[in-house]
């Protein structure tokens, strides 16, 4: 059972528009969202998290906002560059105590286009 | 601190052979964990450490799975009679407490097994 989704295997955007990537959540015990950066034979990158308590939290060029009621989250990057890339996961924590485990979501590739 | 180092890089195995991977987790970093991606999926909680102690094994991980931190320092996970199934990205990951699961994890670059 998926308890974190990322619908969306794909998505390619135009360098200095918006980025939206989506995630999608069953379980209500989730404490926290994050969101990781993944390079090909590299180990994923924290980017940013936010806490079940907030909708919304920016650092940067990255936003995340939340919406509980729809256990919907997105990533959005303005503007991309074509240096962002990558394999993006989104991530949850705290249905398990204090055991720090994330549940990860499939993965979704952005190409920025030049 | 030159961050979560992983070793090998690559493995490839012939199946039923048993190979060992290690983990140097950042120094200051109490949490050790491990988990497995395979192809097109995010990657999956095998097991963590708490210093030395192991205090959480997923169901992924089988008996012939195995893993330490002796003196919570590096880990190893071993892998016993290796099956083609077991052809994955192994990630290794570091925190301090549970901080990690609010402000990230320090992966590293993982090793990729390949059992033919």
């Known amino acids: 059972d998926q308890q974190v989704k990322q619908n969306s295997p794909s998505l390619s955007v135009q360098e200095g528009r918006i980025s939206i990537l989506n995630c999608d959540y069953t379980?209500?015990?989730?404490?926290?969202f994050l969101w990781y950066k993944k390079y090909p034979a590299e180990g994923p990158t924290f980017l940013i998290s936010?806490?079940?308590?907030?909708d919304k939290n920016e650092d940067g060029r990255f936003t995340v906002f939340l919406n509980k009621s729809a256990k919907h989250l997105s990533l959005h990057i303005v503007p991309s560059q074509p240096g962002d890339s990558a394999v993006y996961f989104c991530?949850?924590?705290?249905?398990?105590?204090?055991?720090?485990?994330?549940?990860f979501g499939q993965g979704t590739t952005l190409q920025v286009k030049p | 601190d030159t961050g979560v180092s992983q070793d090998p890089r690559h493995k490839i195995t012939k199946r039923g052979q048993n190979v060992t991977f290690r983990c140097d987790p950042i120094?200051?970093?109490?949490?050790l964990y491990w988990y497995r991606q395979t192809l097109g999926q995010g990657p999956e909680f095998l097991t963590y450490?708490?210093?030395?102690?192991?205090?959480?094994k997923s169901r992924l991980l089988s008996d012939r799975f195995s893993a330490e931190r002796p003196k919570g320092s590096f880990s190893t996970l071993e892998i016993q009679r290796t099956e083609q199934g077991d052809s994955a990205m192994y990630l290794c990951a570091s925190s301090f407490g549970e901080a990690g699961a609010i402000y990230g994890y320090t992966f590293g670059s993982g090793t990729r097994l390949t059992v033919v």
């Open positions: 120094s200051e970093h109490n949490r």
């Open positions: 379980n209500s015990m989730f404490d926290y």
């Open positions: 991530a949850a924590s705290g249905d398990s105590g204090n055991t720090g485990k994330l549940i």
């Open positions: 450490f708490q210093n030395e102690a192991q205090l959480e």
């Open positions: 936010i806490s079940s308590i907030k």
